[in-house]
């Protein structure tokens, strides 16, 4: 096994460790207690043996309260996403959220790979920079170019933002990771571990080979028990997204500033793109 293969077992080991050291959560419960659709996120790149002493403290059984328990569904408490995200080819949404603009989206299909279901989702900015989450289930062969898509797609935009839809989109990342979710009463905590990213233009991919964790926090509110203790441990907020990162790490090119430090952490050095 390389080196890299040691290190991204690590991080999925370390989610399916503590994933189990906790009580379960059906889904049906969690979207009780925390669907948490329109949230405030905060994200942090945590060393893999930081991240199993931070969620054993928020799992203690003793926990003041009631401790986090971990999504579990037919046995299973870590689960495999699939991601398309979708852009017009000068990559609007990238840019966008690159200059910080007010009425930002990105678009995505999501497959939730052990049990096949999909669905279409646009990730909006609310009023007050929280993320608020608009999704439709994808059924049969329906992709998100098809006509109902681009319909709510056009009604979630005019609504939200009162702007038109893009009139050219294209599938432009997909991303491909393994999550174990953890819940208290208005908080979500989502653990990603061994991401790749594919961009679907250019045949490039970018892995995280690290042991490191993509720990988000979700809550309706701002700083959760779960941001402290990270903060606690040294552990600060990471300007990273997916996609955006992602992008930062395949096109070194792109005026991607902000995101590239974190990039550079999670994905490590990355070859120049080939000149044309």
């Known amino acids: 096994m390389t080196t890299a293969s040691v290190r991204a077992a690590a991080a999925i080991r370390a989610i399916g460790d503590a994933a189990h050291g906790a009580g379960p959560i059906s889904l049906d419960e969690l979207n009780e207690r925390a ?46 996403y699939h991601s398309v995200y979708y852009d017009t080819p000068e990559l609007r949404s990238f840019h966008d959220h690159r200059q910080g603009r007010r009425l930002r989206f990105k678009i995505r299909e999501r497959v939730y790979t052990d049990t096949g279901e999909r669905q279409f989702e646009i990730k909006l900015k609310g009023p007050r920079g929280d993320t608020v989450k608009r999704r439709r289930p994808l059924t049969g062969a329906a992709t998100p170019l098809d006509f109902d898509c681009l319909g709510f797609l056009a009604d979630t935009l005019r609504t939200a933002y009162g702007i038109g839809a893009p009139t050219a989109l294209e599938p432009s990342l997909c991303t491909d ?87 550079r952490r999670a994905f490590g050095e990355v070859d120049p793109e080939p000149e044309c």
Do not use: N, Q
């Open 35 to 80: 669907a948490l659709l329109a949230r405030f996120d905060h994200s942090y790149l945590v060393p893999a043996d930081t991240f199993l002493r931070i969620v054993g403290r928020l799992t203690d059984p003793h926990r003041p309260g009631s401790p986090f328990r971990a999504l579990a569904i037919d046995g299973r408490r870590a689960f495999r």
């Open 177 to 263: 990771y393994t999550r174990a979710t953890f819940v208290a009463d208005g908080e979500r905590i989502t653990c990603d571990a061994a991401l790749v990213c594919d961009d679907m233009r250019t045949g490039r991919t970018v892995r995280c080979t690290d042991d490191l964790v993509l720990v988000e926090t979700k809550t309706t509110g701002h700083l959760t028990e779960a941001d402290r203790l990270l903060h606690a441990h040294g552990i600060r907020p990471a300007v990273f997204t997916k996609y955006c990162s992602a992008y930062a790490a395949l096109r070194p090119a792109l005026p991607a500033g902000r995101w590239r430090r974190a990039a």
